[in-house]
């Protein structure tokens, strides 16, 4: 095997793992919204896993793909992820406030 060869092994197994640990935080949020209580406790968990999940599959794509356009494309939606996933989170858990829901309690079993 050439140098050259072993180089594109390593970035392909790379990115491949890079991609299946995004896709395990991906798959962790989509258990908590089918398994935490209300909607203010999985819009914490899914923002957060969302976000993480996000860079580790784009981080592997854009690994993947090397420099090209395609580059630039995944970087601009990372940027645009991470500044709008906090932004919705917001809205989304402050319009359930005030349509009246009351975060979940203890009491509430």
Known sequence: MSLNEISELARFLISGGLILVGLFFLLVAAVGVLRLPDVFTRSHAV???????????????????????????????????????????????????????????????
């Open 47 to 109: 923002s957060l896993t969302d976000s993480l999940g996000a860079l580790f599959l784009l981080g592997g794509l854009a690994l993947y793909q090397g420099f090209s356009a395609n580059l630039a494309k995944i970087l601009i939606v990372l940027v645009l992820l991470y500044l709008l996933n906090p932004v919705i989170a917001h809205a989304t858990v402050r319009a359930a406030l005030r349509s009246g829901l009351k975060p979940w309690s203890r009491e509430d079993r």
